[in-house]
């Protein structure tokens, strides 16, 4: 996971030691002396999250932190001197992500930050894919502050060992503005864990607490969930463990209901805002851009979602990823076997495809038997890889099309582009499928199944030098 993080103390030893921390864990590290440069910086762009002292030549962090404002604002953690309650509560209140307490316990912050930043990308994704169906007509017209839940927002307190105290429960129930349930793991994980929208799982029982942080998440009524997980001092260890099993937000230490209350509100926010835009993508985008075939996006979905990605690459300085796949022989399916066979091969193509890249990226059928993949953030080698990835996947397994017939061997060829959002040619997103297409096409010629690529940075197919712009992969052919 990349990430560009803006380190702001006036302290200038203090902003050198993190940068040298934080570069050497391959953050890109920006860094200023005031809030009034952090803001120019800010401004311009690219910048994911902000580290900023409690104490400035020209405000305080809660001061800063109130000032952020917007979808695309980065998020803030605090870096205080002392472990103290009000200034901790006065931070998370003028909106700070989180406050970590100098000397900083280094695998802590690494893991805070990896949460931090997988979270914002998530929420960053799905608000691109907004502003496509906008752009198209089908968008959401997102409110900003607050998510709407299509029913009063659930929260869930679960402990990992004992019963949830009575009076943490009165507490919390009096300001949350919530429904609030203190369910046993059990009944969890026996399919009422889609009826919440929040858990906060408290952890007296680390490996207990890390058991069931595991077992919601590879559940399906349990993935889109929010969790806050709640450990002790002595327990940072595993509490990093729950940051990287996919916890959402820490509270380490002592936990006041107010802090508690603050920490969960912000994720019934985030869960509102993404409830609603996965609704709408499924609703209000489905009949118009999806294929009915394999239901994968199509070409009307892809091209203004590309635009995106470009234009977001652009602005972060930051590389994208063009792949072009096309089933092999794909005429003999029809011919020899029928059309509804050659239908049942596409959609399972497409099934796979889409199984086998992340959740960012997106799998959109192009037209006839071509499939476009959009990488977002994706280098060189690690498009290389993801085609290789697709292309065996797709030969792994022959394709099934029906009872009574044998099953149909398929392979694909992929043509691969890529290069520095920000030092693209003038052609842009187009000049990048132009790319992709001419390397598909060199892949076909020297024998199908196998993937070719495009140098960096391409240009357009009809500017490039004859038998100039391919650089192979692999060398398998077709049987």
Known sequence: MTGRILIVDGIATQRIILRVKL???CYDVAQAATVAEARAQIARGGIDLVIVAEHLPD????????GLRGPFAPGVIVLMD????????????????????????EQVLYARLRAILRAR???????????????????????????????????????????????????????????????RRDEVLRGRAGR????????ADAGGA???????????????????????EAQRRPAI??????ADDLVLGTAWPEELVLRIQK??????????????????????????????????YALPHLDRVDEAARAANKGYAVLLADIDDFKQVNDCHGHQAGDAVLAEVARRLAENVRAADLVSRFGGEEFLVTLPDTGPEAAAGVAERLRRAIRATPVSIGPGSAPIAVTISVGVATGPGAQAGPDGPRGRIDAADGALYAAKRAGRDRVERAPVPCRAQSERPEGASIMPIRSSRSA
Do not use: W, Y
């Open 121 to 183: 990308e998530a929420e960053h994704e799905l608000r691109l894919r907004d502003e496509t169906g906008r752009t198209l007509g089908a968008g959401l017209g997102l409110a900003e502050e607050a998510g709407h839940f299509a029913h009063r927002p659930r929260v869930a307190v679960v402990h990992a060992r004992d019963a949830v105290s009575p009076a943490l429960l009165s507490a919390l129930r009096g300001s949350l503005g919530a429904d609030l349930h203190a369910p």
């Open 241 to 246: 463990t729950a940051l990287d099993m996919g």
């Open 267 to 300: 994720l019934m926010r985030r869960k509102g805002i993404a409830d609603r835009l996965r609704a709408t993508m499924k609703a209000g985008l489905r009949a118009a851009l999806t294929d009915p075939l394999t239901g994968l996006h199509n070409r009307r």
């Open 23 to 25: 570069a050497t864990a």
């Open 210 to 232: 890390l058991d069931f942080l595991g077992d919601l998440r590879v559940r399906h009524d349990g993935r889109t969930a929010a969790v806050l997980f709640v450990a002790e």
């Open 59 to 66: 405000t305080d962090a809660a001061t800063f932190c109130a």
């Open 82 to 105: 002392q472990a103290d309650p009000a200034s901790r509560l006065a931070a998370l209140r003028a909106g700070a992500e989180d406050t970590l307490v100098r000397p900083l316990d």
């Open 196 to 203: 919440f929208d929040v858990f906060v799982l408290i952890a």
